[in-house]
C-alpha cells in the first residue's frame, strides 16, 4: 500500500473521528451550560430566599416593637405597624413554604416556626386587645410571663438557622456554578480548538483530493491520447495490409494466369497431336496384335480422358481465379456514395432475376417502407443479387419459394432483411458461409463459394456487417447492417 | 528502304518459354514463315540488336520485327525500347509490345517511347490464341522498314 493509498483511507477515517468527538464536546457544553444556569438560578434562589426569611422575621420584630409602643403610649398611633405586619405575617410564611421545601428545611422545624409565630401574634394580639379594653396590669402580666419573649427567642435561633442553611445551599450552588463554569470554558475550548483542526484537516484533505484529481485527469488525458493515436496506427496499418492483401490478390489471380495459359495451350497442342495420331490409325489399321491393340486404345481413349479431365480442372481453376481477380477488383472500385432508394434498387435487381424466379414459381415481396440511404448503388446491386440469387438458388422443392426483403433504421444504420423459406443451413456453417470458396449443406448446385465472401467484402466496405439466422428445413435471413450515410461513415473512419 | 514481310526476321522477347513456343506456333499457324529468333531475357536481346558495338550496325540493311514482352526478369520491355529509340540504327525498327499489362499509362508510355503496335496479351487461352492468330495475319500483310 503506497503513501497515497494510505492517506486516502486513514484521513477520511480520522475526520470522521473529530467530528464524533467535536459532537461529544458540543453535547457536553450544553449540558454544562444548562447545569451552570441551573445553578446559577438556586444560588440567586437560595439568596432571595435568606432575604426573604429575613423581611418575615422584621416583619415579626415590628409587630413587637408596635406593641411595645402601643403598651408604653397607649396611643392608637403605634397601632399602625402592628396592624400591617398581624396580617402580612402569616401571609408571608405562607409563600416562603415552598421554598423552604426546596432547600431542604425540616418540616419539623417548618411547623415549629409556624406554631412558634402563632404564639407570638397570639400574645402580641391579647396584650393589645388588653390594653385597648383598659386593663394595662393584665396586658403588662402577659408580658411578664415571658411567653412572648421566649417564641421570639426560638424564631430568631430558627432563623438563624435557615439562614445558615440558605448561606450554605448558596455556597454549595455558587462553587457548583463555577465547576461547571469551568467546564463550560473547558469544552468550548476543546470544541474550538478541534473545529480548528478539522476544518483545517478537511481543508488539507480536499486540496489534497483536488491534485490527486487533477494528476488523475491528467495521466487519463495522457492515456486516452495514447489510445487513440494507438487505434490510428492500428486502423493505419489494418488499412494497408487491406491494400496489401487486395493487390496481392490481384497479382497472385494475373500471374497464376501466366502458367494457365501454357497448360491451356499445351494441352490444346496435344489433344491436336493426339487427334492427328488418331486419324492416322484410323486411316492405316494395325495388325491384330496387343501391342497394337493397346496403342490403339490409348490414342482413342485413355489420353482423350486424360485430356477431358485435365481441362474441367483448368476450367474450374479458371473460374476461380477470375473470381478472385472480381473479388480484388471490387476491393479496389472507389465507392461512389449517392442518395438511393432501396425499394426501387432491390426491385431493379428481382428484375434482373425475373427468368430464374419464373422457373421457381418464386414470389419476393419487397416492403415498400425501406428506408433510404447514401451509399454505393453498384455495391448494394451485387449484394442484393447475391442475396437473392442464393435465395432463388437454394430454395425447398417441396413448397412455393416465398422471399420478404423489409428493413429498419438502427440509429445511424439501416438494416435490411432478405428471408426466405429455403432449405435453410446448419448453424455451426453459419460463418463457415461466409468464408472464401466455402460452401454449405448438400453440393447439388453450381457455384464457386464466392458470393457470400463477396457480399461480406463489400457489406464491410459499405460500414456495415451481414449475419444470418437459419433454422435448417425451415429458412433463412440474412441481415445487411449498413451505414445509412457513407460520406459521414467515411469520415468518422478517417478521424481515427 | 522497304522489304516485303517475307525476309523480315522476327525477334522474339518473351521470358515465358511457354507463351513464346505458343506464340511461335499461333503465328505459324496463321501463315508466318519468317525466322523467328526468341530471348527470354532482356540482356541477351539488347547484346543481340545493338551487336558488339552497342549502336546495331550489325544489323544494316536487315529488316527486323521485335515482339516485346515488357515484364523481363532483368529489365523492363522499356529499357529495351528505350535503347533500340536511342540507337542510330534501330531508331524505326518495327516494334510491337505483346504483353500481359492492359494499364492505360503504361500503353500511353509506350507509344511515346515509340513502340508501333501495343497488343495486351489475354489471359483467358481462347483469347490468347486468337490474338495471337491475328498478329500473324496482321505480320504476314505488312510491310516493315530495313535497319539503316
Not at chain 1, 434562589?45 to 422584621?58: H, I
Not at chain 2, 491475328?134 to 505488312?142: A, D, H, I, K, T
Request: with cysteine.
Amino acid at each position: 500500500m503506497n503513501r497515497d493509498t494510505i492517506i486516502s483511507r486513514s484521513v477520511p477515517l480520522i475526520l470522521l473521528a473529530g467530528a464524533l468527538l467535536l459532537l461529544v464536546l458540543v453535547l457536553s457544553s450544553l449540558h454544562f451550560a444548562n447545569l451552570t444556569s441551573r445553578n446559577a438560578q438556586e444560588a440567586l434562589d437560595a439568596a432571595r430566599l435568606n432575604g426573604r426569611v429575613m423581611r418575615l422575621f422584621t416583619l415579626i420584630q415590628d409587630a413587637e416593637t408596635s406593641q411595645r409602643g402601643y403598651l408604653l403610649t397607649g396611643q392608637e398611633e403605634f397601632l399602625k405597624t402592628f396592624r400591617r405586619s398581624e396580617n402580612l405575617i402569616p401571609l408571608h410564611f405562607r409563600s416562603l413554604l415552598p421554598d423552604f421545601q426546596s432547600i431542604a428545611v425540616s418540616s419539623v422545624t417548618v411547623e415549629r416556626l409556624d406554631a412558634l409565630i402563632k404564639t407570638k401574634l397570639d400574645e402580641l394580639i391579647e396584650t393589645v386587645k388588653l390594653k385597648r379594653s383598659g386593663q394595662a396590669e393584665a396586658a403588662l402580666a402577659v408580658v411578664i410571663t415571658e411567653r412572648g419573649k421566649q417564641a421570639m427567642e426560638e424564631i430568631r435561633q430558627i432563623m438563624v438557622r435557615i439562614d445558615a442553611i440558605t448561606n450554605n445551599v448558596g455556597f454549595v450552588r455558587l462553587s457548583a456554578l463555577t465547576d461547571a463554569t469551568r467546564l463550560l470554558l473547558i469544552s468550548i475550548t476543546g470544541g474550538a480548538i478541534l473545529l480548528v483542526v478539522l476544518v483545517g484537516g478537511a481543508v488539507a484533505l480536499i486540496l489534497w483530493h483536488s491534485r490527486q484529481l487533477k494528476k488523475a485527469s491528467a495521466a487519463l488525458e495522457l492515456q486516452n491520447e495514447t489510445l487513440e493515436q494507438k487505434v490510428r496506427e492500428r486502423t493505419r496499418y489494418l488499412e494497408r495490409a487491406n491494400r496489401e492483401l487486395q493487390s496481392y490478390a490481384y497479382i497472385v489471380g494475373h500471374d497464376l494466369r501466366a502458367p494457365l495459359v501454357n497448360i491451356m495451350g499445351f494441352t490444346a497442342e496435344l489433344e491436336r497431336a493426339s487427334g492427328r495420331f488418331a486419324s492416322y490409325l484410323l486411316a492405316n489399321p494395325l495388325p491384330d496384335h496387343p501391342a497394337a491393340k493397346a496403342a490403339r486404345e490409348a490414342v482413342q481413349e485413355d489420353v482423350p480422358e486424360a485430356l477431358r479431365f485435365i481441362r474441367s480442372s483448368m476450367k474450374r481453376m479458371d473460374d476461380l481465379i477470375n473470381e478472385i481477380l472480381k473479388l480484388a477488383r471490387a476491393g479496389n472500385r472507389t465507392l461512389q456514395a449517392e442518395p438511393l432508394n432501396l425499394a426501387a434498387l432491390i426491385d431493379d435487381v428481382v428484375a434482373t432475376l425475373k427468368h430464374r424466379l419464373d422457373g421457381n414459381n418464386t414470389v419476393v415481396t419487397i416492403s415498400p417502407d425501406l428506408p433510404g440511404v447514401v451509399s454505393d448503388r453498384l455495391a448494394l446491386q451485387q449484394i442484393f443479387a447475391n442475396l437473392l440469387d442464393n435465395a432463388i438458388k437454394y430454395a425447398d422443392p417441396s413448397r412455393r419459394a416465398v422471399i420478404e426483403v423489409f428493413g429498419k433504421v438502427v440509429g445511424e444504420d439501416v438494416t435490411v432483411t432478405v428471408r426466405d423459406n429455403g432449405r435453410g443451413i446448419a448453424s455451426q456453417d453459419n460463418e463457415r458461409i461466409f468464408e472464401l470458396f466455402r460452401r454449405s449443406g448438400r453440393q447439388d448446385k453450381p457455384g464457386e463459394g464466392i458470393g457470400l465472401a463477396h457480399v461480406r467484402a463489400l457489406v464491410r466496405r459499405l460500414g456495415g456487417e451481414v449475419g444470418v439466422r437459419s433454422t435448417l428445413g425451415q429458412g433463412t435471413s440474412f441481415d445487411v447492417t449498413l451505414a445509412a450515410d457513407l460520406n459521414r461513415a467515411k469520415n468518422w473512419g478517417e478521424q481515427w | 528502304m522497304v522489304t516485303s514481310a517475307r525476309a523480315v526476321k522476327i525477334v522474339m522477347i518473351e521470358d515465358d518459354e511457354g507463351h513464346a513456343r505458343l506464340i511461335e506456333k499461333n503465328i505459324r499457324r496463321a501463315g508466318v514463315t519468317n525466322d523467328i529468333v526468341a530471348f527470354v531475357n532482356g540482356t541477351e536481346a539488347l547484346s543481340f540488336l545493338l551487336g558488339s558495338d552497342g549502336t546495331g550496325s550489325e544489323h544494316i540493311g536487315q529488316t527486323i520485327l521485335v515482339l516485346l514482352d515488357l515484364n523481363l526478369p532483368d529489365m523492363t520491355g522499356m529499357d529495351i525500347l528505350a535503347r533500340m529509340r536511342g540507337s542510330a540504327h534501330l531508331n524505326a525498327t518495327m516494334v510491337i509490345i505483346l504483353t500481359t499489362t492492359d494499364d492505360p499509362r503504361e500503353v500511353h508510355r509506350c507509344y511515346d517511347l515509340g513502340a508501333n503496335v501495343y497488343i495486351p496479351k489475354p489471359m483467358q487461352y481462347e483469347r490468347f490464341v486468337n490474338a495471337i492468330q491475328q498478329l500473324g495475319l496482321f505480320l504476314s500483310v505488312m510491310a516493315v522498314p530495313e535497319a539503316r
